[in-house]
């Protein structure tokens, strides 16, 4: 079974341009959440997409955006890049479902992340 | 509101001794808990989760936890530590909120182990 793949694995900006990620998750997870992770912030949490709906969403500005497609992949953005957004972007997948008892135990299954520096 | 508190962000024990690795918790609810781990490079991979079976929880490489809800801790150890076990972890609290999953992290504690 695959895990989660995100692409690209590395990138490099410059302050201004705009940049977008891509998540796989793993097959027949519906759930794709997306997380920020810098030294001493840990991991912050940005949203989560389930059936192409954001179910959830963080306190990021309206910078940071997201969609989720049919087959479940998702793709975060991230527009006029600012130097403090340079960070480890990862995603994770869960087979959550719509509703229900027991959602909270879902475990997320993470990928290796997208590591962004913002010059 | 929850959240998660680890102490120490930086632990480091000799090879073969004891590991503990500090997390408490803060839920209105009874909450589900998890330790994750991330090595280099990687991203996190689940340790172990406790969903009040049981109050001791055995996860992966040696490592488990126990719940003590008069505490609000979820406490990580392992009996004897390996240089392998050299990594990020991180303690996560996860509640469903209005029908759906909400997690939150603590801030991560990075193990060293000294050989």
């Given at each position: 079974k695959a895990g989660v793949t995100q692409t690209p694995r590395y990138l490099i900006k410059t302050r201004g341009q705009q940049v977008t990620l891509s998540c796989s998750p793993i097959s027949g997870h519906r759930s794709v959440s997306w997380y920020q992770q810098t030294p001493g912030q840990g991991l912050q949490f940005l949203f989560e997409y389930f059936s192409e709906t954001q179910r959830n969403k963080g306190n990021?500005?309206?910078r940071f955006s997201g969609r989720q497609f049919s087959n479940s992949r998702s793709e975060m953005n991230v527009s006029?890049?600012?130097?403090?957004?340079?960070a480890l972007y990862l995603c994770a997948s869960s087979a959550s479902?719509?509703?229900?008892?027991?959602?909270?135990?879902n475990v997320l299954t993470f990928g290796a992340g997208s590591r962004l520096t913002v010059l | 509101a929850q959240s998660v508190t680890q102490l120490g962000s930086h632990v480091s024990v000799s090879e073969g001794a004891l590991v503990l690795l500090r997390c408490n918790y803060s839920s209105s609810v009874p909450p589900y808990l998890f330790w994750y781990v991330q090595y280099p490079n990687q991203g996190l991979q689940l340790l172990l989760k406790y969903t009040?079976?049981?109050t001791l929880v055995k996860g992966i490489n040696g490592f488990e936890a126990e719940f003590k809800k008069s505490e609000t801790s979820f406490h990580l150890t392992k009996p004897s530590a390996h240089m392998s076990d050299a990594a990020e972890y991180f303690c996560a609290v996860s509640l469903n909120s209005g029908g759906y999953q909400k997690v939150t992290f603590g801030i991560g504690t990075k193990l060293q182990v000294i050989p």
């Open positions: 990021f500005p309206g006029t890049l600012e130097l403090g957004d340079s479902r719509d509703r229900g008892p027991g959602s909270g135990a | 009040s079976a049981a």
